[in-house]
């Protein structure tokens, strides 16, 4: 079980806003930087947000993300068909030494 | 481009050993953190273990520390991941990943090689 939690699934209609949440605590989240992968279906995992904030290279604006305390958001918006997928977020955890992955969130655009 | 060609992966009986490769391309390997993320069926994705640049230093998961060996050839351009005394729970996609200067993030990933542990 991971100590990065997020809810399993979200949905859109397409242009939508959907906005993942990542709940972690003082050893990872509240304390160190946040990166969002995206992992779609048939194809390798892709970094879409590191350092918390930063895009990746090639990353839309449609993909933001932010952080408070002990919590982290993953927002997309303009919601396209392609984002359909699973989202994870991750960072370091201090007292595992080691960096963790969220539980995932599966993004179905309706 | 970046290319990483993960390759290794098989059935293999539980308490077995595996070693996985991913050959590297389009960068220069030698100053980038390298990492072994997995991924069991059904499941979501679990960092498994990293490697510093030089491969002075490694980083494991509790999952597998003590059985599992990652190591580097600059040389090569490859890392390995050494897989003892595997259980079922190992069962998974495999994924080699390309680093920064740290450890993570992780900005390029393989396609993966499969893992299958049972009898």
């Known amino acids: 079980q991971s100590v990065l939690t997020q809810p399993p699934s979200t949905s859109g209609t397409p242009g939508q806003t959907v906005i993942i949440s990542c709940s972690g605590g003082?050893?990872?989240?509240?304390?160190?930087?946040v990166d969002w992968y995206q992992h779609l279906p048939g194809s390798a995992p892709k970094l879409l947000i590191y350092?918390?904030?930063k895009r990746s290279s090639g990353v839309p604006d449609r993909f933001s993300a932010s952080k408070s305390g002990t919590s982290a958001s993953l927002a997309i918006s303009g919601l396209q068909s392609d984002d359909e997928g699973d989202y994870y977020c991750?960072?370091?955890?201090?007292?595992?030494?080691?960096?963790?992955f969220g539980t995932g969130t599966k993004v179905t655009v309706l | 481009e970046v290319q990483l060609l993960e390759s290794g992966g098989k059935l293999v009986q539980p308490g077995g050993s595996l070693r996985l490769s991913c050959e590297a391309s389009?960068?220069?390997?030698?100053?980038?953190?390298m990492t072994w993320v997995r991924q069991a069926p059904g499941k979501g994705l679990e960092w498994v273990a990293g490697?510093?640049?030089?491969?002075?230093?490694?980083y494991y998961s509790d999952s597998v520390r003590g059985r599992f060996t990652i190591s580097r050839d600059n040389s090569l351009n490859t890392v390995f991941l050494e897989m003892n005394t595997l259980g079922a729970e190992d069962t998974a996609m495999y994924f080699c990943?390309?680093?920064?200067?740290?450890?993570?993030?992780?900005?390029?990933w393989g396609q993966g090689t499969l893992v299958s542990v049972s009898s």
């Open positions: 990943a390309k680093g920064g200067r740290g450890i993570w993030p992780f900005d390029s």
């Open positions: 389009g960068f220069t390997f030698n100053i980038h953190a």
């Open positions: 490697i510093s640049a030089s491969g002075s230093s490694t």
């Open positions: 003082r050893s990872n989240v509240g304390t160190k930087t």
């Open positions: 350092s918390t904030n």
């Open positions: 991750a960072s370091w955890d201090d007292s595992l030494n080691a960096y963790v």
